[in-house]
């Protein structure tokens, strides 16, 4: 099992950025799929973007594509979000997430850092 913390969060106003990092710890494997989700006050959880882990490649959530960027730091086992251009509408918990491989489930999850965009 691999342990995640996240931490970055906090308040921004609108068009303004943060990073969000998230540290893994624990066994993990190079096959590994690291993501980011976020929920809202009332809305059910929500996937952000995600990184395979040795390849690099990444996914998007079309709301996020061109603003987040997603990347990883292997030797520092830390993936990261870079978040720009934001919007009060991605004000959300945002909680990283690990996957054993594609297609399985995200069985791992951080304790979330709240990000708050205010207009």
């Known amino acids: 099992q691999v342990q995640l913390v996240e931490s970055g969060g906090g308040l921004v106003q609108a068009g303004g950025s943060l990073r969000l990092s998230c540290a893994a710890s624990?066994?993990?494997?190079?096959?590994?799929?690291m993501g980011w989700f976020r929920q809202a006050p009332g809305n059910e959880r929500a996937f952000v973007a995600a990184?395979?882990?040795?390849?690099?490649?990444?996914y998007y959530a079309d709301s996020v594509e061109g603003r987040f960027t997603i990347s990883r730091d292997n030797a520092k086992n830390t993936m990261f979000l870079q978040m720009n251009s934001l919007e009060p509408e991605d004000t959300a918990v945002y909680y990283c997430?690990?996957?054993?491989?594609?297609?399985?489930?995200?069985?791992?999850w951080g304790q979330g850092t709240q990000v708050t965009v205010s207009s």
């Open positions: 997430a690990a996957a054993r491989g594609v297609h399985t489930d995200f069985t791992s």
């Open positions: 624990g066994r993990t494997f190079s096959s590994y799929v």
């Open positions: 990184i395979h882990w040795s390849t690099g490649s990444t």
